[in-house]
């Protein structure tokens, strides 16, 4: 295991103060014994009130959890910024012309850039897609990339999340509650907004409607419902760009268009943000069980009289295992290097590198291919013997389950704890937008791992959230 | 609009009220129970009450005595009796959440806080004065909800929607607690009109907190006339039948001229409103207070599903 400590975002390795932070440093010294106890307590009593919640699987009904929410807010100099946003907007853009490609000539198999058998006998990829042509050929039109910081200038991507990537409403009321808490910071420095999120989502789901839909396009949200763990943010997005905000039940297809039951009958919808997976989508084409779906959406979208968004069939670029490909799939696409880093992953399946892999699980992270959440997820440094021979036992059964990575040290930001601030480590998720243009939010939802030491900052594994601010020149 | 989000609305609507009126109900069964020991036994007035707001039933199949903490128990905590103020304040806020996107931000604060700390009551700490403090909340809560409503939401259709539910709800309430006097006096017609009769009112009267506003618009002492004149026919009377009903017109002609059509829900609300007018309670006591008040409620229910038909409710 590596000795090395994580990268400290605030100090330097004399301890003096990074830039970023000067402003910062200044202003919590300034704050009196209590002041931050007694924010942390405003901010949680502020979303409870507005109902910032999550669901709770498997809890009674009316149990909804708080994800805890840390008052210092993690800072990114303009420079960073614009070094990390460059890398995501190259990566986005291969991604979609990756699944362009693949749905139609299929060129990166034929050029044996990415193995055939990884992308068509794999459950993410989705036949009813080939040929189909979506708007302006985006497919993956809302991102969330995490990305993992290990140095000054060292970035790794985690995972590209193309699917339909949550927490967005968390960065935007985080950064409410900022407003509300530390208005005097805001004085100080220049913040650069994140506001605009949802003008921007409406600016990019208008700039994807079919083409036969009229000027003004008629926008909804999909939602699964109530008891969906992340409604509060599909209820907050359709306030916030002023979208209706529908579940299956409130729409249907009627001579290959959609439409919504209204008070004064029906109305045609023109482009869903839908927040129900593939599979959901509609019982005549994907899973004939599903409840939640919209019986004929799927023929509506071929007939290109809808736009989904993001489009069916966006895992397969987002798939742990052709992770691994991205850089390849850059230069393909985009004839240039990658300019965020994969973090190296080990495939089981090969004997050798499984071998290495079960020589060293205590400096390795596990990981279930499908997995999410933190769960299912080994972390070599953090664990037992016996978790380890669990694993080992795991990754022999099924070697093809499991991708394999080496633990990152991840880099720290100064969080208020009980005993005071300290450091903890911390993850980050941009959110992207891609229509007309590729328009990426400065900033982001941070994620912290508010246990000492611990690695893992999903809400699911004790992991709370900070306010993300990119100063401007 | 989605005919589920106006749904959601008019219901949101009814279960705050709701909510607000089963502990009026609860008030004035409680109070007669302390009060009115000439007139039957404790678990008498609580029975009757509990009839009128039609919960009686669900609790004998629970309970085999009405004592005060097991019917205040059931009127306001018990999930298993969905008109319980418990239930009634989860239903709004489950209907809210699915509109949120059509509530003001202070009108979903103010469901979301009231369920929040409703939540966090212990029920066996509520005895005694706590009991009628809780009372007094819940009505506040109620009180909060439309002022926040009133105050800062968009007078369009949804704004209707709420406002027919709200009215369409109180008037069946206000029917309901009427027709209570008419449980709690049916075994003893011959007393109509003595003094017992007289406190019997008064507790109704203050049901609809019409005890103090009576004396404004009468001059007079309680007496059973006035106060069914008060509670049915009245339009300055906030909770009466008349002025719910017409209310409910107004608003209903709102919709008209938001859609630019007439529907089916007019014809019921036309039907409620041949009911009230040109009557006066002396036919009314002609006809049959408890007869009356039943044919009222009927009415009231058809037009629920008269709109819910016309605007597409599902």
């Known amino acids: 295991m590596s000795v090395t400590p994580p990268f400290d975002e605030m100090h330097n390795a004399d301890g003096s103060i990074r830039d970023p932070y000067l402003i910062l440093d200044e202003w919590l010294k300034e704050q009196p014994p209590q002041a931050l106890s007694l924010m942390r307590s405003d901010a949680e009593s502020l979303f409870r009130r507005l109902g910032i919640t999550f669901a709770v699987y498997g809890s009674n009904e009316g149990t909804e959890k708080l994800i805890p929410f840390d008052i210092i807010p993690r800072i990114i100099s303009a420079k960073e910024w614009r070094r990390l946003s460059k890398g995501i907007e190259q990566r986005v853009r291969a991604l979609n012309a990756f699944l362009h490609d693949i749905y139609h000539r299929q060129e990166i198999l034929k050029a044996g850039r990415v193995p055939e058998r990884l992308i068509l006998n794999n459950s993410a990829f989705c036949p009813e897609m080939m040929g189909l042509d979506p708007a302006r050929g985006v497919y993956s039109h809302i991102i969330g990339v995490d990305i993992v910081r290990v140095g000054p200038d060292d970035f790794y991507v985690l995972e590209d999340n193309l699917r339909t990537p949550s927490g967005v409403s968390y960065m935007l009321e985080n950064r409410e509650a900022m407003l509300q808490l530390a208005p005097e910071l805001f004085q100080r420095l220049k913040v650069a907004p994140v506001e605009t999120y949802p003008e921007t989502l409406r600016r990019t789901m208008e700039s994807v409607a079919p083409a036969n839909a009229p000027g003004s396009p008629n926008l909804v949200v999909l939602t699964p419902g109530i008891h969906n763990s992340a409604y509060f943010e599909h209820s907050f997005l359709a306030d916030q760009m002023g979208a209706e905000l529908c579940e299956g039940q409130d729409l249907f297809v009627e001579n290959g268009k959609v439409y919504m039951r209204t008070t004064t009958g029906p109305e045609r919808v023109d482009v869903i943000y839908r927040r129900i997976d593939d599979d959901f989508l509609d019982p005549l084409t994907f899973r004939p069980d599903s409840m939640l779906g919209v019986p004929g959406l799927f023929d509506a979208y071929r007939a290109g009289n809808v736009t989904l968004v993001n489009a069916p069939g966006t895992g397969i670029a987002d798939d742990k295992a052709v992770y691994t490909y991205v850089p390849q799939i850059i230069e393909f696409y985009l004839g240039e290097k990658a300019l965020l880093k994969n973090v190296p992953t080990y495939n089981c399946t090969n004997d050798e590198e499984r071998a290495y892999v079960l020589e060293h699980l205590e400096e390795l992270v596990v990981k279930e291919v499908h997995g999410s959440g933190g769960y299912g997820m080994l972390v070599g440094p953090a664990s037992t013997r016996q978790m380890r021979e669990e694993f080992r036992k795991k990754i022999l059964a099924r070697p093809d389950n499991y991708i394999v990575q080496p633990t990152l040290a991840l880099s720290t930001c100064p969080t208020f704890v009980d005993r005071g601030i300290a450091p903890r480590h911390v993850d980050l998720r941009p959110y992207v937008l891609v229509g007309d243009d590729v328009r990426i939010t400065p900033g982001g939802l941070t994620r912290v791992a508010l246990k000492k030491g611990s690695l893992v900052v999903n809400s699911s594994q004790g992991g709370g959230t900070k306010d993300t601010w990119v100063l401007e020149d | ?314």
């Not at chain 2, 007139?39 to 008498?44: R, T």
């Not at chain 2, 039933?57 to 298993?80: L, P, T, W």
């Not at chain 2, 403090?133 to 819940?138: A, D, H, N």
């Not at chain 2, 109704?204 to 007079?220: E, Q």
């Open chain 2, 1 to 314: 609009m989605l005919g589920r989000t106006a749904q959601n609305l008019f219901w949101l609507s009814r279960y705050i009220e709701r909510a607000e009126n089963m502990a009026r109900m609860f008030e004035v069964g409680y109070r007669m129970s302390l009060t009115s020991r000439r007139e039957g036994s404790a678990s008498e007035h609580l029975i009757s009450m509990m009839q009128a707001a039609e919960v009686e039933e669900g609790f004998s199949r629970k309970h085999k005595q009405a004592d005060v903490n097991a019917v205040a128990h059931y009127m306001i905590f018990d999930e298993e009796n969905p008109s319980s103020v418990r239930s009634c304040l989860l239903a709004a806020r489950t209907n809210a959440r699915s509109v949120r996107t059509a509530l003001t931000i202070e009108m979903w604060e103010s469901i979301n806080a009231a369920w929040l700390e409703f939540a966090e009551i212990r029920p066996r700490d509520v005895t005694g004065a706590r009991l009628q403090e809780l009372l007094g909340w819940i009505k506040q809560v109620s009180h909060t909800y439309r002022g926040a409503l009133l105050s800062t939401f968009l007078r369009d259709a949804g704004y209707a929607f709420s406002q027919i539910g709200n009215f369409v709800e109180r008037a069946d309430n206000t029917a309901r607690i009427l027709d209570m006097k008419y449980y709690v006096l049916l075994p003893r017609a011959t007393l109509v009109g003595g003094d017992v009769d007289i406190q019997q009112w008064t507790m109704i009267l203050r049901a609809a907190s019409a005890h103090r506003s009576y004396r404004h618009v009468y001059h007079d002492r309680y007496k059973a006339w006035n106060i069914a004149d008060y509670l049915i026919l009245r339009p300055e009377m906030p909770r009466s039948l008349g002025f719910c009903v017409s209310w409910i017109n107004r608003t209903i002609d709102m919709l008209e001229e938001i859609y630019g059509a007439r529907t089916a829900g007019h014809d019921a609300a036309d039907a409620v409103t041949e009911l009230l007018e040109g009557t006066t309670v002396d036919r009314i006591f002609e006809y049959g207070l408890h007869e009356f008040l039943t044919e009222f409620i009927n009415r009231n229910n058809r037009m629920t599903d008269a709109l819910a038909e016309s605007y597409n409710f599902y």
